[in-house]
Structure formats: C-alpha cells, structure tokens
C-alpha cells in the first residue's frame, strides 16, 4: 500500500523559510521521480517541483530561486526547503511521485501571513 505522509508546515511571515519533509513507504522510493504538489483554497492543484531519480531538478517558474527539492533515498523521504515565502505560496503541500499516482497524503498546510 503506498502512503505519503508530509510534515513541516505552519505559519510564518513573508520572507520567512519552512523545510517540508515527505516518508514514503509501499514504494521502490529509490527508483522513481518524486514531486512536491501544492492546492491552494479554490485553485487545481498544482506541481511545484520535481526531482527525478537521477536527482535533476525541476520548479515551477512560481517558486524557481526560492525553493528547493531534494531527496534521501537511504530515508525514502523527499524535502522542499522554501524560502522567501509569499502570501500567495499558502497552500496545503503535499509529495507524490511524478507523474502522480492515486493516493495522496494528509497534506500539510502553509500558511504565509503576517
């Protein structure tokens, strides 16, 4: 059974930073690639970044410069360090592989606000 389960969220000031983190289980972790996606309240969800197995990375033009992903396969967890936040990241964030597959985590919300 494949499950996701996502961490790290909260509020924080604009400009301020959150680290995500993402456990994985019921999957080769190791082998596939990996994504950060994020809905926000009315809106689609939405890929924010991407890392592939062989740790390319990919970012939404949104977040490029700002965010970063990153993976440990020892761990089967994927990261999202997010830094420079803006009102308008505030979303419930949630991992799955890309492209995704049908089950989805909890989420975890961010919230941006002062």
């Known amino acids: 059974q494949v499950q996701f389960v996502e961490s790290g969220g909260g509020l924080v000031q604009p400009g301020g930073s959150l680290r995500l983190s993402c456990a994985a289980s019921?999957?080769?972790?190791?082998?596939?690639?990996m994504g950060w996606y994020r809905q926000a309240p009315g809106k689609q969800r939405e890929l924010v970044a991407r890392i592939t197995a062989s740790r390319t990375t990919n970012y939404a033009d949104s977040v490029k410069g700002r965010f970063t992903i990153s993976r440990d396969n020892a761990k089967n967890t994927v990261y999202l360090q997010m830094n420079s936040l803006k009102s308008e990241d505030t979303a419930v964030y949630y991992c799955?592989?890309?492209?995704?597959?049908?089950?989805w985590g909890q989420g975890t919300q961010v919230t941006v606000s002062s």
């Open positions: 799955n592989r890309n492209p995704a597959g049908t089950s």
């Open positions: 019921g999957i080769i972790f190791r082998i596939y690639d």
